[in-house]
């Protein structure tokens, strides 16, 4: 299984910017997504997770109200939406599949597969 993930970039603060994975798994629609980051200095963090059906959500309560997670399971492709970025969300982020099909979780050691990460830079 593959995964890959874009969309990073430097923006302001206050900006959005929508980051993407593409997985190359066939049975994708049995799978949670997770995504993750990590910031320069700290260890990685669950950011939110989308269940298989797209039906359930969990978010970090740093970016509740302003990330969504969302997918599309006829292109393989989970989107993480950002809105009214902070400085503090500067890091790699990065997608994961969950190693059990139909299960949701935000424990890192749930997720078998990851993808490489896409930087993300908010300048103040």
């Known amino acids: 299984v593959q995964l890959q993930a874009s969309g990073g970039g430097l923006v302001q603060a206050g900006d959005s910017l929508r980051l993407s994975c593409v997985a190359s798994r066939r049975t994708f629609s049995r799978y949670s997504i997770g995504w993750f980051r990590q910031a320069p200095g700290k260890e990685r963090e669950f950011v939110a997770v989308?269940?298989?059906?797209?039906?359930?959500?969990y978010y970090a309560e740093s970016v509740k109200g302003r990330f969504t997670i969302s997918r599309d399971n006829t292109k393989n492709t989970v989107y993480l939406q950002m809105k009214s970025l902070k400085p503090e969300d500067t890091a790699v982020y990065s997608c994961?599949?969950?190693?059990?099909?139909?299960?949701?979780?935000?424990?890192?050691?749930?997720?078998?597969?990851w993808g490489q990460g896409t930087l993300v830079t908010v300048s103040s």
């Open positions: 989308i269940d298989w059906a797209g039906a359930i959500t």
């Open positions: 994961a599949s969950e190693s059990v099909e139909r299960r949701v979780s935000i424990i890192q050691s749930n997720y078998a597969y």
